[in-house]
């Protein structure tokens, strides 16, 4: 099985600062990699994948985010935040067989004007 | 991608009742996943739900109290049995596009 691990339950960061959401995974096959954004009173939203090929996946809303296969991290970036990003993130693995998906316990991103 | 239609958006239910949740999609998809975010916390499987067949729950779940629906290829219910306050939470429907998973827009369940 698969397990995701965000290791910061809340950021906050002055609005056009830079802020990283960090990811760790554990798994024993190879796995496909994803950032979930969820606005207030919204469902989620993909943001952007890993699934094979460059380890930098740029997304939406101007958001990165790098796969370290030895640190097994896929941490989130952005060099310059809005207000309009304050949102709940969720870091997802899945294995590269079967449909199951693993959500981390999201990271609360709360951007100060 | 495929777009989901969820409804209802928002429900306030009186325990002891149930409450059924729809999942409309706009393309035929084999699998259709019903997932549960508790207040606070972060989503968890409930169940997947494939046509043709019995729903396979996940560990915790069972079909007494969840049971679901599939009569097609784009449409599923999930329903929430003899409701208590402790299933007060959102409910997402979804499925996959693209090696990732599209979801509904969630119903936001108070039980009162």
């Known amino acids: 099985a698969q397990s995701v691990t965000q290791l910061d339950s809340q950021v906050p960061v002055f609005e056009e600062a830079p802020v990283e959401l960090r990811c760790n995974y554990s798994?024993?096959?190879?796995?496909?990699l994803f950032w979930y954004v969820q606005y207030p009173n919204q469902g989620l939203q993909l943001l952007l994948k890993?699934?094979?090929?460059?380890?930098l996946v740029k997304g939406i809303n101007g958001f990165e985010a790098e796969f370290n296969k030895s640190q097994t991290s896929f941490h989130l970036r952005k060099p310059s935040v809005h207000i309009s990003d304050t949102a709940e993130y969720f870091c997802?693995?899945?294995?590269?067989?079967?449909?199951?998906?693993?959500f981390g316990t999201g990271t609360s991103l709360t951007v100060i004007p | 991608s495929a777009v989901i239609s969820q409804k209802p958006s928002r429900d306030i239910c009186q325990r002891g009742t149930s409450l059924t949740i729809q999942c409309q999609v706009d393309?035929?998809?084999?699998?259709m996943f019903w997932y549960r975010q508790q207040p606070g916390q972060s989503l968890t499987l409930i169940a997947t739900?494939?046509?043709?067949?019995?729903?396979?729950?996940e560990s915790g779940f069972v079909i007494d109290k969840f049971p679901i629906s599939r009569p097609n290829l784009t449409f599923s219910t999930l329903t929430v049995s003899n409701m208590s306050p402790e299933d007060s939470s959102i409910y997402l429907c979804?499925?996959?596009?693209?090696?990732?998973?599209?979801f509904g827009s969630g119903t936001r369940l108070t039980v009162v």
């Open positions: 979804s499925v996959e596009a693209s090696y990732g998973y599209t």
């Open positions: 798994s024993s096959v190879s796995v496909y």
């Open positions: 890993y699934l094979s090929g460059s380890t």
């Open positions: 997802a693995v899945r294995a590269n067989t079967g449909n199951q998906f693993y």
């Open positions: 393309s035929q998809v084999t699998m």
């Open positions: 739900a494939n046509q043709g067949s019995e729903a396979t729950y």
